[in-house]
Nanobody, 117 residues
Framework: QVQLVESGGGLVQAGGSLRLSCAAS????????MGWFRQAPGKEREFVAA????????GYAASVKGRFTISRDRANNAVYLQMNSLQPEDTAVYYC??????????WGQGTQVTVSS
C-alpha cells in the first residue's frame, strides 16, 4: 500500500507560480507511472500531467502544456508539479496519483490551488 500526501497549494495571483509536492510512503512506487489531476468546483476530475517510472515521455493536458512541468525524485519517493503562468482557470484541488496495471490505483487527499485575477 502506498500513501500519498500533497503539499504546496495556496493562493496566488494570476501570472504567478506554485510548486506542488507529493510525498510517498509505504510500499515503493518507484516503478509506477505517477500523475497529477485536478478538480474544479462543479467539474469532473481531469488529467493534468504524468511521468513514467523510467524513460518514456511525460504527458500533459493541452491546457497546461508549456506552463506546468512534472518531475519525480525516485531517491526521495517524491513527485512534483511546477506550475508557472497560473491563471484563474487553474483554480482547483490538485491530486497526486499512482498507476498500476494501467489504472490509477492510489490517490492523495489533494491540495487546494486558488488563482486570483
Amino acid at each position: 500500500q502506498v500513501q500519498l500526501v500533497e503539499s504546496g497549494g495556496g493562493l496566488v495571483q494570476a501570472g504567478g507560480s506554485l510548486r506542488l509536492s507529493c510525498a510517498a510512503s509505504g510500499r515503493t512506487f518507484s516503478r509506477d507511472t505517477m500523475g497529477w489531476f485536478r478538480q474544479a468546483p462543479g467539474k469532473e476530475r481531469e488529467f493534468v500531467a504524468a511521468t513514467p517510472w523510467i524513460g518514456g515521455t511525460t504527458g500533459y493536458a493541452a491546457s497546461v502544456k508549456g506552463r506546468f512541468t512534472i518531475s519525480r525524485d525516485r531517491a526521495n519517493n517524491a513527485v512534483y508539479l511546477q506550475m508557472n503562468s497560473l491563471q484563474p482557470e487553474d483554480t482547483a484541488v490538485y491530486y497526486c496519483a499512482g498507476q498500476r496495471s494501467l489504472a490509477w490505483a492510489y490517490w492523495g487527499q489533494g491540495t487546494q490551488v486558488t488563482v486570483s485575477s
